[in-house]
């Protein structure tokens, strides 16, 4: 069993991870979008948005201008032809660079 004080250092590293985090939330996000955006470049669903742009060139600032003012908001309905593309075992990158190997569609 963990000790009270060890519980309490944890907690306390938590909320201050937590508190830094939010402190600059919107830096964070736009490392984030970059990030799935270089992980993901490339694979079909992007392309017709964003084409070829060289991601790792761009600003973290322009980048997320960019994608905001290129990229729309996506429904099911958006994404459902890829969905199925997959479902029939298309294996190209689609959505995402990494293979998606299960899929639910209830």
Excluded at 13 to 27: K, L, M, R, Y
Excluded at 32 to 55: A, F, P, Q, S
Excluded at 80 to 103: H, M, V, Y
């Amino acid at each position: 069993m963990m000790n009270i004080n060890c519980k309490d250092k944890i907690e306390t590293d938590i909320i201050g991870w937590f508190d830094e985090v939010a402190e600059d939330s919107a830096a964070v996000q736009r490392r984030t979008l970059r990030r799935i955006l270089e992980l993901n470049h490339g694979v079909e669903y992007l392309k017709k948005w964003i084409g070829d742009i060289k991601i790792e060139e761009i600003d973290e600032n322009v980048l997320e201008s960019i994608y905001a003012s290129l990229v729309p908001l996506a429904s099911h309905a958006d994404i459902e032809p890829f969905t199925k593309r997959i479902a029939d075992g298309d294996t190209t990158p689609l959505l995402t660079q990494q293979p998606i190997t299960n899929l639910s569609l209830r």
